[in-house]
Structure formats: C-alpha cells, structure tokens
C-alpha cells in the first residue's frame, strides 16, 4: 500500500530555515512528480512547489528564490528547503504525489496521493 510521510516541520524565528522530506513508499512503479502544498489558517490549500521526475521545477511566483525543491529518485523522497521564512509561512505543509503504483494486482496512476501534513510555524 503506497503512502506519504512528511517530516521536517516545527517551530522557527523569522529569517531561518526549514528543511521538509517526505518519501513515499509501497508498490510503486514511477512517480511523474511530487509537490508540496499548505494551508494556513482560514485559508485555501496552495500550491508551493512541484518537481517532475526527471527534474522540471514550478514555484508559486511569490515563494521563488526563497524556496527550493528537490527530490532523490533513487529513494521516492522530495525535500523543500525553505529560507528567510516569515510568519506569513506558517501553515501546515502537506507532500503530495503524481504516480503510479500496484493496487490489488493492478497498475492504478493516481495524482490525488497526500501525506498527512506537517505543521510549521514561524515566529516573530
């Protein structure tokens, strides 16, 4: 059974930095790509980065240049290394994954895969 583990979340004082993981595990045959998402308090989930598998990048535009995403292929895991963070970062951040896996013997593609969310939280 395939799933998402995010960690890497806590408590930081503006300015730092923040390093997120998450890996995905079980049957998996290919990832096409893998992101990460937040939310924040009485808001909508947005988008913050995405990574295809042979490396294509998208950004939202206002976290450009101070968020970076990356993946190891060889272990299903995406990172987001977040810098010069601010209190209007603080949200939970939730992993998700474009792939394709086995399901009751079946191969299954399935782009609505999520992990179960990390909180991060930055202070003034």
Known sequence: QVQLVESGGGLVQAG???RL??????SIFAINAMG???????KQRELVARITSSGSTNYADSLKGRFI???DNSKNTVYLQ??????EDTAVYYC???????????IVSTS?????????????
Do not use: E, F, K
């Open 16 to 18: 730092g930095s923040l």
């Open 21 to 26: 993981s998450c890996s995905a595990s079980g």
């Open 36 to 42: 990460w998402y937040r939310q924040a308090p009485g």
């Open 69 to 71: 995403i990356s993946r």
């Open 82 to 87: 977040m810098n010069s963070l601010q209190p």
């Open 96 to 106: 998700n994954a474009d792939l394709i896996h086995s399901r009751y013997g079946s």
């Open 112 to 124: 609505d895969l999520w992990g179960q969310g990390t909180q991060v939280t930055v202070s003034s």
